[in-house]
T-cell receptor
Framework: GIQVEQSPPDLILQEGANSTLRCNFS?????LQWFHQNPWGQLINLFY???GTKQNGRLSATTVATERYSLLYISSSQTTDSGVYFC????????????FGTGTRLQVTL | KAGVTQTPRYLIKTRGQQVTLSCSPISGHRSVSWYQQTPGQGLQFLFEYFSETQRNKGNFPGRFSGRQFSNSRSEMNVSTLELGDSALYLC?????????FGQGTRLTVV
C-alpha cells in the first residue's frame, strides 16, 4: 500500500517562530488532507489540497503532486498551534480510505 | 451545518465484553469510515461504508464489525474485547472530496 512519511517527528518552537512540516507519499493521490489533532483527540481539518497552494490565515499548504510531497507552513506560531499535525492521503483510483502519516508533534512555548 | 457526531465519548469495558460505537455523519454524506488510533500503531483504517455497503476493510480481526443504516448513520461493534483494543476510535464522514472527523470515542478495556 501507499506509504506516507512526515517530518520532522517532533518540533519545539518559540511563540512567533515559523515552521515547515513535510509530508512525502509513495504513490499518486487524489486526496491529500492536513489535520490538526487537538488535545481531546479530535482531528480538525486544515486543508484539502491534492495539488496546488492554499492559504488560511497564518497557515498555508502546498502540494506538488508530481513530486509526491506536501508542505504545511505555520507562520507566527502561537501556543494554541501546539498539538499533532497529520497528513492523510487517498491513492488515485481507490475509495474513501485515507492513509495517515505518523504525524508531527508541535510544541509552541512562550 | 451539523458536524460528525460520535457517541459515546468515553467508555470503560471489561475484557471479554462487547461494545457498540455510533457515528452520525454530516447530512448528505453517504460514506462513513472508521479509524483506530493507538500510541503504538498510529491511525489505522478499520472499514468504510457507503450506502449501507461495506466498500473497504482494513487489516483487523473479525471481532471488529460494522454496519450502516439507510440514514447513513453507522455503528461499529467490537466483540470479546481485549486490552489491546483500548484506543481512540474516530469516525469520518465524506462527501465527494474531503473527510470530516467526529470527536472520537475513547475506549478503555480493563
Amino acid at each position: 500500500g501507499i506509504q506516507v512519511e512526515q517530518s520532522p517527528p517532533d518540533l519545539i518552537l518559540q511563540e512567533g517562530a515559523n515552521s515547515t512540516l513535510r509530508c512525502n507519499f509513495s504513490d499518486s493521490v487524489n486526496n491529500l488532507q492536513w489535520f490538526h489533532q487537538n488535545p481531546w483527540g479530535q482531528l480538525i481539518n486544515l486543508f484539502y489540497i491534492p495539488s496546488g497552494t492554499k492559504q488560511n490565515g497564518r497557515l498555508s499548504a502546498t502540494t506538488v503532486a508530481t513530486e509526491r510531497y506536501s508542505l504545511l507552513y505555520i507562520s507566527s506560531s502561537q501556543t494554541t498551534d501546539s498539538g499533532v499535525y497529520f497528513c492523510a492521503v487517498r491513492p488515485t483510483g481507490t475509495a474513501s480510505k485515507l492513509t495517515f502519516g505518523t504525524g508531527t508533534r508541535l510544541q509552541v512555548t512562550l | 451545518k451539523a458536524g460528525v457526531t460520535q457517541t459515546p465519548r468515553y467508555l470503560i469495558k471489561t475484557r471479554g465484553q462487547q461494545v457498540t460505537l455510533s457515528c452520525s455523519p454530516i447530512s448528505g454524506h453517504r460514506s462513513v469510515s472508521w479509524y483506530q488510533q493507538t500510541p503504538g500503531q498510529g491511525l489505522q483504517f478499520l472499514f468504510e461504508y457507503f450506502s449501507e455497503t461495506q466498500r473497504n476493510k482494513g487489516n483487523f480481526p473479525g471481532r471488529f464489525s460494522g454496519r450502516q443504516f439507510s440514514n447513513s448513520r453507522s455503528e461499529m461493534n467490537v466483540s470479546t474485547l481485549e486490552l489491546g483494543d483500548s484506543a481512540l476510535y474516530l469516525c469520518a464522514s465524506s462527501g465527494d472530496t474531503e473527510a470530516f472527523f467526529g470527536q472520537g470515542t475513547r475506549l478503555t478495556v480493563v
